[in-house]
C-alpha cells in the first residue's frame, strides 16, 4: 500500500505547550456534509483521535486532555449515545496496546457513576494497563463537565472537614480530576464554534484559545503544528502588563 511521506514539521524554533486541551467538535456536520449518519463522524472522529494522539507524542506535548462525552451529552438521541459508547469500547479495546506501546499514560475526568459497568471495567482495565507510562498523558473527560467537576471538589473538601483559612487555590485544584497535572496552556476547538462549553472552567482559566473551523475528523498533524505556531504568537500576560507595553 502506498504510504504518504510525513510532512518535515520542524518545532525547534517553537515552545511547546505543555498541555494542550482540544473540544473535538464538528463530527455531526462532518458527517451530514458527506450524507453520512453521525455515528460515522463519530467513527471518524475516533480514527482522528488515533493521528492526533500520535502528533502530540511526536512534538513533545506532554499532557493532552479531550472532550469525549460532557454531563450534557447525555441529552442527546438514545440511538447516538448508545453509538458512542460503542465506540469508546472498541477504542479501549483495540487502541490501548498500541497507545501502551507508545507510551501514553490514560488518565479519566469525570465520573465513571452511571456508565455502563462494562464500559467502566474497560476504562480501569485502561488505566491500570499504562498507568505506569510518562510520554504523554492522555486525559480523556468522559462524563465529564467543569461545574460538576467542581461540586465534586467541594463536596471532597467538605466531607474532608477543609477550613475555609486553608483553602488556596492549590488546595482547591488537588480536589479536581486534573490534579498534580499542569493547567492547560492552549485550548483547541475545532468546528468553529466559540464556545468553552464547560470544559476545564477552572484550570483553563489563562489558557490561549484557539478555534479552527476544521471539524474534528479533518483536524490532523499539521493542524495541531499551525496551532503550536500560533500559541507562540501569542502574549501570554496572565492578568500583568506586557514586557514591551512601556
Ligand atoms: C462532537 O461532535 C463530538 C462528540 C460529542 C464526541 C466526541 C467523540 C469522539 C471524537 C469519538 C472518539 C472519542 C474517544 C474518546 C474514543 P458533534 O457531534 O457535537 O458534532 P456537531 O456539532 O457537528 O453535531
Known sequence: MLKTQKKE???????????????????????????????????AGAENLRRIVRASVEFGIKVLTIY???TENWG????????LMRIFARVLDQEIDQLHAQGVCLHHLGELQGINPK???KVRRALEITKNNDRLILNVAFNYGGRAEILHAVRQML???????????????????????PDPDLVIRTSGELRISNFLIWQAAYA???????????????????????????DRRYGLVSDDAG
Open 9 to 43: 514539521l520542524d518545532l525547534s524554533p517553537y515552545v511547546v505547550p505543555q498541555h494542550v486541551a482540544i473540544i473535538m467538535d464538528g463530527n455531526g456536520r462532518w458527517a451530514k456534509r458527506r450524507g453520512l449518519p453521525r455515528q460515522a463522524g463519530h467513527r
Open 68 to 70: 469525549a462525552f460532557s
Open 76 to 83: 442527546r438521541p438514545e440511538s447516538e449515545i448508545s453509538a
Open 119 to 121: 464500559l467502566q471495567d
Open 159 to 181: 466531607a474532608d472537614n477543609v477550613r475555609p483559612e486553608d483553602l488556596t487555590e492549590e488546595l482547591f485544584s488537588s480536589y479536581l480530576f486534573t490534579s498534580g497535572l
Open 208 to 234: 490561549e484559545y484557539y478555534p479552527t473551523p476544521a471539524y474534528w475528523p479533518d483536524f490532523g498533524r499539521e493542524d495541531l503544528y499551525a496551532a503550536i505556531v500560533a500559541f507562540n504568537q501569542r
